[in-house]
């Protein structure tokens, strides 16, 4: 089950996002070439890399910046880009970057404390994206969200309220930490669900300064822009649109 976009373009063009797509993709890129030298990438990890039984201050942060491969980079980037942007809008450039290093921070701590000591490096930025998504919950439970669902040869796309997409997300990731060996799993399953929690926590002060239950009421539990415009198709094709705004629009 994947998001693929939402259906609310961001108010204003969400710099911040696109900086930490740009920023992961880049950092990934420059040690790419490292993937099929083991021993060189092992180096880079226990460097950079957070790892529970024996985490330095600075891999809470640098850990968030790697990316195991690219099908990991491109899943975290994805979630990032649908769900970033309004999040931004609402917080402001700098309060949504600060949320977003906090997020990550945290989800680090909830791993650690959680991983039973394990010496895994543990890399990737979706501790942080957790954070991002648990914000978007709070503050528009009701936006609708396309996911892909595949089911063996079975792909279809639905329209959901992102409330049910991310509460399945999330149960996902308490069962997996919770029947999981943290060094067999391969995914940072508690770092997902503390992300998740701490960024719903984080996100209050917003939630609280734009109305909260009246912002809720006003948008109807949606972002407070207009929906982005669909073509009919089995895979809906969001339309570019500006308004009359000097800020203009964004389309996923």
Do not use: C
């Not at 998001?3 to 373009?9: A, G, L, S």
């Not at 970057?97 to 979706?126: C, D, E, K, R, W």
Request: charged share 10%.
């Amino acid at each position: 089950m994947f998001p693929i976009r939402d259906h609310n373009p961001s108010g204003r063009t969400p710099y911040v996002t696109y900086a930490l797509i740009a920023a992961n993709t880049l950092i990934f890129m420059s040690y790419f070439g490292l993937m099929d030298q083991p021993y060189a990438l092992s180096a880079l990890y226990e460097t950079y890399a957070l790892i529970p039984s024996r985490p330095s201050l600075s891999s809470y942060v640098t850990s968030m910046f790697l990316h195991a491969g690219i099908w990991h980079l491109l899943g975290n980037m994805l979630f990032l880009w649908i769900f970033g942007d309004n999040l931004e809008d609402e917080m402001g450039h700098a309060g949504f970057a600060l949320f977003y290093v906090l997020s990550g921070v945290a989800a680090g701590v909830a791993h650690v404390a959680l991983s039973q000591g394990s010496s895994i490096p543990t890399v990737g930025a979706s501790g942080a994206i957790a954070g991002v998504m648990g914000g978007y919950l709070l503050l528009f439970p009701k936006a609708r969200v396309d996911i892909l669902l595949i089911i063996i040869i079975f792909f279809r796309v639905f329209s959901v309220p992102a409330w049910a997409m991310l509460a399945i997300w999330f149960g996902i990731q308490l069962i997996g930490g919770t029947l999981s060996d943290p060094d067999a799993a391969g995914v940072a399953y508690w770092a997902h669900a503390g992300g998740f929690v701490i960024g719903a926590i984080l996100a209050v002060p917003t939630w609280i300064r734009v109305g909260g239950f009246a912002f809720w009421s006003k948008t109807h539990g949606r972002p407070p822009h207009p929906a982005a415009p669909y073509r009919r198709s089995n895979i809906p094709r969001v339309g570019h649109r500006r308004g009359n705004s000097p800020r203009g629009r964004r389309h996923h």
